[in-house]
Every structure is written in C-alpha cells, then in structure tokens.
C-alpha cells in the first residue's frame, strides 16, 4: 500500500529506554537479598518477611551481621546529636532520660535504630546513632519538649545527619 511520508519540520524524538542505576546511599544496606530466615549473632534480630524484626529464631536460621550491628563494630554512625547550652547542663540527667526512652521505643518498633554512644565532650554532649531517623526524633523530642535552637545538617552522600540542639 502507500508509504508514509514525513512531514516537513519534523524531528524525531530519540528514546532513552534505559533503567538508571539508582543513586547508593547507604553502603550499610544489604544489597543482596537474604535467605530466610537470618538471624544477626550480634543482636539476635531476625530478617524474616523482608525485614529486620524482634522475633525468636528458628533453630535453622542463617547467620549475617544485621546493618545496625556492623555500624556498630565498624564504628560508623549514621547520625550525630550534639546537645549542649547552659539548659542542658542544668538538665541533663532530665533530658538523657528522655533520649533513653525514645531509642528504647523505636528500637522496640525498629530493630535498626539504635544509639551507638554518647560521650560527653568539652562543653557538649554527643549522641551517636545507627540511623538518620533516629538522630531526627530525638532531636525533635528534646525540641518538643524543652524548645530551644534545632539544627539539621544532612548529607546525602554519606547518608549523614548531623542534629543539633541547645538552649
């Protein structure tokens, strides 16, 4: 039958029918999938149904280290909490009760939030956590509560977040 003709002034659109690699931003996220299901020797979480949970381990379980366990023996915190100002100092036992609350409910809920340590500085105090998300909420708990200056302080190449907090 007939051939198509091109119109005049006509540019062909070039496809780009490529997938893309997605940006890495966690090198602590597993990037293989587990068998299941896997228990960590360090925590006893177990990685059942895609993820880390608190269950009890089946005597059959495979071994891996979960994300959170190896940032702590690798000494590699996803998040910072600096707390200082003259309110602290006056209420800090106050204050490292609240923090110890929120990671033990979140931990609770989510098996890969954790505080690393906490270490007093020269005129501060600094938090370390195994998650970003953690190092937010208590940052945002403590604000919640004693209001003062919050800063966030994110970088996304190292999937870091630096929180903090004084008054």
């Known amino acids: 039958m007939g051939t198509r003709s091109i119109p005049p002034n006509f540019r062909q659109i070039m496809r780009h029918d490529t997938v893309f690699k997605e940006r890495v931003h966690d090198a602590y996220k597993i990037k293989e999938k587990l068998p299941e299901p896997t228990v960590c020797p360090q925590c006893n979480a177990v990685f059942h149904s895609g993820r880390w949970q608190w269950t009890a381990a089946p005597a059959n ?3 891996h280290n979960c994300p959170a366990c190896q940032r702590i023996i690798d000494h590699y915190p996803a998040g910072f909490l ?3 100002g003259e309110f602290f100092h006056s209420h800090r036992d106050e204050i ?5 609350n929120f990671e033990k409910k ?3 809920e989510h098996p890969l939030q954790r505080i690393i340590a906490t270490e007093k500085q020269n005129s501060s105090f600094l938090i370390t956590t195994t998650d970003i998300h953690l190092a937010r909420g208590i940052g945002e708990a403590i604000h919640d ?4 200056d919050l800063d966030f302080h994110y970088n996304q190449d190292e999937n870091l977040l630096r929180v903090h907090w004084s008054r």
């Open 61 to 63: 379980a495979h071994q």
């Open 145 to 148: 509560a004693y209001q003062g």
């Open 106 to 108: 979140e931990k609770s």
């Open 96 to 100: 490292l009760h609240l923090v110890q």
């Open 82 to 84: 600096t707390l200082e």
